[in-house]
C-alpha cells in the first residue's frame, strides 16, 4: 500500500481574516446597499467585481471589455485599492444616480464681490452633495475694516463668508450621512492672516475646514534673514494713485480687475508691516496647540507642477495632497505595499518588485477609465478632469511592510526602499500612460499650443538658451516633458516619447492619507506613507444616528500577521520575554520628527502631485524644536508639512493611545450642571447613550452633540 503523505497548511498573510472592526467600516462606508439598506454586494470580493466591471466596462470593444474585467479584478485581489468615492459608487448608479467617483476637488476662484462669493458657496454645496471634497482659497477677499465702493460700508473680512461655507458644509453632509471636507487656503501677506491663523482657537469655529497657510519662499527668507514682512492687497485704482499708498509688486491670484505689470505681478498696498520671525512663531505657537493651520509651500508646488506653463495653483484638496487650479479635480487610489511581501519576519523576507509593477500598470488604466464615469456636477469640473485627465495613485501600508520586512521606518534602510517604492511607481506608471496615449489618445491639454511668453521665459530660462522666444508656438506636451522640473528627472528616453506623442495624463502620483480604506480594506495597515499609529488603540469614527463619535478598539496588520506566522501570545508593550514583540515593532510615537521628514522627502521627489503626511510628535516635545520641523520641511524639498500633538483640551484625534485617554482628566459641566471629572477612557452614560468621556466633552464643547 503506497503511504498518502499530509502536508499542513503553512498560514500566510492572505490567511488573515478582516478584523471585525475593518470588517463593519467596509459595511458601512462602501459596501454598495439599495435603497432599503440591502447588501448588494454580497462581500468584498463582489465589491472588487462591482468595480472591475463598471471601470472595464468603458473600454470600446466586448473583447476589451472583458479582458480587462479580468485584469482589473486581478490588480484588486492584489493591492490595488480605489479611493472611496469610486469604491463607493463605480457601478452603482441604479442606487446612486447623483453621486460622483471623484475624491478630490478645487473650488473656481473666490471673487471679491457678493455674487462672486455666493455662487462659490452654491457651487460647493452641490460638489459636497455629489460626495467630493472641496479646497478653497480665500485670501482672494478684501481684508476686514476695507471700504466696500457699491455698498457704501466696510467689510466683515474673509472669515465671516468662510463661515458662511461652514455652516453649508455641515448642513449637506448631516443631511447625506456622509462628513463633508473642505480645505481653506489663506496667503501668508494677506492682511488678515493672523485671525486666519488663531480661528480654529475659537470653540467649534471652521470645524469643517482644514486650514493652510500659503508659504512662500520669499517669506522663508525673511524669516531667516529676521526681516520686515509686508502684508498686503490688490490697491483699487484710488489707492494706486494715492501718493500716501505704498505700492508693492506681488504674484497674486487674481489679475482681473487689478493693476498689472508686463510679468503678471498685481499693484498691491501695504497694509502693515510685521516682522517675519514675529508671524512665524504666530504660525508655529497655533500649529503646536492645535495642528492648525498646515503648512502649504506653495512657490515649491508651482515650480514643481507639470502643468506650470498653464496653472497657477493657490488651493489643495482638504488632506493636501492634491494642489489644483481652479474648478481642478482628481481622482486617487492606492496600492497596498504589504501586498508584495514575501516571507515576512524572516531574513529572507523580500518585496515582489515585478508583481508590484504589473499592478502599477493595470491600476493605471483603471484610474484613468474613471474619468469618463467622473460624476461631477459642474461643467467646469468636468471639462477641467476630461482636458487634464489628473489621477493620483499612491500608496498605503509603507510603515507596515517595513515591518513586515524588519526595517525600522526612518532608517537608512527604510528611505532606500521609500525612495524606490515611489520611484518604480512612477516609471511604471508614465510607461503606461505614454502607452494609453498612442492607444487612446493623449489628454487633449498636451496637444494644444501655447504661446510663449515673457513670463513663460522668466520661470523657465533654459527656454531661451533652447532658441525659444517671445511669440512661439509650443506644444503642450513638449513643455510637460522637457520643461516641467519634475519630468526632467526621468531618463529621456521616456520624455522624448512623451515630447512626441504625449501621455494619457498630466499627473500620475499623489500620496493621499488612506485613514478608512487602510482600516476597512487594508485590515489596519499603517495609513498612506506614515508608520502604524500604535499596535492596538483605539479610532474614533462617525456612526450615523449616534451622539457623539464612537471608538472602536483596532489592531495593526502586522501585529495579526505577527500573531497569526509566528507567535499567537505576542502583545504590545509585555515585558514577558515569551510575548514581546521584536524591537522592529515600532509606532509613530517612536519615531523622531526629522525622520518623519525624511521619509516624505524619499518619496516626494517622484511623486507628481503632493503627500499627505502628518508627523506625530510627543505631547512634551520642546516649542523651540518643533519650529525646526517645519524649517527642515522647506529644506529638505517637501511641498507642505503638517504635524500632530496630543492636546486634550483642543480637541480629541481620530486615533488614540489607551495610555493618553488614561493619563487625562476631563472636566465638564452636563446640561443639569452636575460637573462630570473623569478619564478619558471611563465611560458615561448620557442621554440615553454610553459614550466614553473624552467623546461626549469633544461632542459638547465641539458644538456637533447630536447633530451626525
Given at each position: ?63 476589451k ?9 486581478w ?25 460622483s ?10 471673487k ?14 452641490l ?31 474673509p ?10 458644509c ?17 496667503d501668508?501677506s494677506?492682511?488678515?492672516i ?14 469643517q ?27 483699487s ?15 497674486w ?33 497655533s ?8 503648512f ?13 506653463f ?15 487650479p ?9 496600492v497596498n ?25 493595470v491600476?493605471?488604466r ?7 464615469i ?18 493620483g495613485?499612491?500608496?498605503?501600508g ?13 532608517e ?15 516609471e ?13 489618445g ?14 513663460m ?31 526632467q528627472?526621468?531618463?529621456n528616453?521616456?520624455?522624448d ?9 498630466t ?20 495609513n ?8 492596538q488603540y ?13 471608538r ?11 500573531r497569526?506566522?509566528?507567535?499567537p ?44 503626511k ?12 518643533f519650529?525646526?520641523i517645519?524649517?527642515?520641511?522647506y529644506?529638505k ?9 496630543f ?5 480629541q484625534?481620530v486615533?488614540?493611545r ?8 476631563y472636566?465638564f ?8 471629572e ?31
Amino acid at each position: 500500500m503506497k503511504a498518502v503523505e499530509f502536508r499542513t497548511h503553512q498560514p500566510t498573510l492572505a490567511d488573515i481574516p478582516l478584523q471585525p472592526a475593518s470588517e463593519d467600516i467596509w459595511d458601512q462606508k462602501y459596501r454598495l446597499k439599495t435603497n432599503t439598506g440591502v447588501a448588494a454586494d454580497g462581500d468584498v470580493h463582489d465589491a472588487y467585481k462591482r468595480v472591475a466591471r463598471a471601470l472595464a466596462d468603458v473600454e470600446v470593444t466586448p473583447e476589451k471589455r472583458e479582458a480587462w474585467f479580468e485584469k482589473f479584478y486581478w490588480a484588486l485581489e492584489n493591492g490595488a485599492i480605489p479611493a472611496g468615492r469610486i469604491l463607493s459608487n463605480a457601478g452603482a448608479l441604479e442606487h446612486k444616480p447623483s453621486t460622483s467617483t471623484i475624491n478630490c476637488t478645487v473650488s473656481g476662484t473666490v471673487k471679491d464681490s457678493m455674487d462672486g462669493i455666493l455662487s462659490k458657496v452654491h457651487e460647493a454645496g452641490l460638489t459636497l452633495k455629489a460626495g467630493c471634497g472641496i479646497g478653497f482659497e480665500f485670501s482672494t477677499l478684501r481684508p476686514k475694516g476695507a471700504f466696500v465702493s457699491g455698498a457704501g460700508a466696510y467689510t466683515s473680512g474673509p472669515l465671516s463668508f468662510m463661515d458662511i461655507f461652514n455652516a453649508m458644509c455641515f448642513t449637506i453632509s448631516s443631511a447625506g450621512g456622509r462628513r463633508g471636507a473642505q480645505m481653506g487656503t489663506f496667503d501668508i501677506s494677506h492682511p488678515d492672516i493672523k485671525d486666519f491663523i488663531r480661528a480654529k482657537r475659537e470653540d467649534g469655529r471652521l470645524r469643517q475646514f482644514n486650514l493652510s497657510c500659503l508659504i512662500t519662499d520669499e517669506f522663508i527668507q525673511a524669516v531667516k534673514n529676521d526681516a520686515p514682512w509686508d502684508l498686503v492687497f490688490p490697491a483699487s485704482p484710488h489707492e494706486y494713485e494715492d501718493p500716501e499708498s505704498r505700492i508693492v509688486w506681488r504674484n497674486w491670484p487674481v489679475r482681473d480687475g487689478y493693476i498689472t505689470n508686463d510679468l503678471g505681478c498685481v499693484a498691491c498696498k501695504v497694509y502693515q508691516t510685521v516682522p517675519a520671525p514675529r508671524l512665524w512663531d504666530i504660525i508655529m505657537a497655533s500649529t503646536y496647540d492645535y495642528a492648525e493651520p498646515g503648512f502649504i509651500l506653495i512657490d515649491r508646488i508651482n515650480e514643481m507642477n507639470n502643468n506650470w506653463f498653464c496653472e497657477n495653483i493657490r488651493a489643495t484638496n482638504p488632506c493636501g495632497e492634491q494642489p489644483l487650479p481652479g474648478y481642478g479635480s482628481c481622482l486617487l487610489g492606492s496600492v497596498n505595499l504589504t501586498k508584495f511581501v514575501e516571507e515576512p519576519f524572516t531574513d529572507r523576507a523580500r518585496f515582489n518588485w515585478d508583481r508590484y509593477r504589473r499592478v502599477v500598470a493595470v491600476f493605471t488604466r483603471m484610474l484613468d477609465n474613471v474619468v469618463e464615469i467622473n460624476g461631477l456636477p459642474l461643467a467646469q469640473q468636468r471639462h477641467e478632469i476630461q482636458h487634464k485627465r489628473r489621477h493620483g495613485m499612491g500608496f498605503l501600508g509603507l510603515g507596515s511592510a517595513m515591518t513586515l520586512m524588519q526595517m525600522k521606518y526612518g532608517e537608512p534602510k527604510s528611505l532606500v526602499f521609500t525612495d524606490r517604492v515611489a520611484r518604480e511607481m512612477a516609471e511604471a506608471g508614465w510607461e503606461t500612460g505614454v502607452e494609453l496615449a498612442e492607444e487612446k489618445g493623449p489628454a487633449p491639454i498636451l496637444l494644444e499650443e501655447f504661446t510663449v511668453t515673457r513670463e513663460m521665459l522668466a520661470k523657465r530660462p533654459e527656454m531661451e538658451r533652447d532658441g525659444y522666444q517671445v511669440g512661439d508656438k509650443v506644444r503642450g506636451s513638449v513643455l510637460l516633458a522637457k520643461y516641467s522640473r519634475y519630468m526632467q528627472q526621468f531618463d529621456n528616453a521616456l520624455t522624448d516619447r512623451i515630447a512626441e506623442v504625449g501621455a494619457r495624463f498630466t499627473h500620475h502620483t499623489s500620496i493621499a492619507p488612506t485613514g478608512t480604506i487602510s482600516l476597512s480594506l487594508g485590515n489596519n495597515v499603517s495609513n498612506g506613507i506614515e508608520p502604524s499609529f500604535a499596535h492596538q488603540y483605539s479610532r474614533n469614527v462617525i456612526r450615523e444616528g449616534r451622539k457623539t463619535k464612537e471608538r472602536l478598539g483596532v489592531f495593526s496588520f502586522e501585529l495579526l500577521a505577527y500573531r497569526t506566522l509566528v507567535n499567537p501570545e505576542a502583545a504590545p508593550g509585555s515585558s514577558d520575554p515569551t510575548t514581546q514583540l521584536p524591537d522592529y515593532f515600532i509606532s509613530s510615537d517612536m519615531i523622531a520628527p526629522r525622520q518623519h521628514v525624511e521619509v516624505q522627502a524619499a518619496a516626494q521627489k517622484w511623486v507628481d502631485s503632493s503627500i499627505s503626511k502628518t508627523a506625530n510628535i510627543p505631547a512634551d516635545f520642546p516649542f523651540e524644536d518643533f519650529k525646526d520641523i517645519y524649517m527642515s520641511a522647506y529644506e529638505k524639498g517637501l511641498k507642505g508639512c503638517t504635524t500632530f500633538r496630543f492636546n486634550p483640551s483642543a480637541f480629541q484625534g481620530v486615533l488614540v493611545r489607551e495610555q493618553d485617554l488614561e493619563n487625562t482628566t476631563y472636566r465638564f459641566e452636563l446640561a443639569d450642571g452636575e460637573i462630570v471629572e473623569v478619564k478619558g477612557n471611563e465611560e458615561i452614560e448620557y442621554d440615553g447613550e454610553i459614550h466614553t468621556a473624552a467623546n461626549l466633552y469633544d461632542a459638547l464643547k465641539e458644538g456637533y452633540y447630536g447633530k451626525f
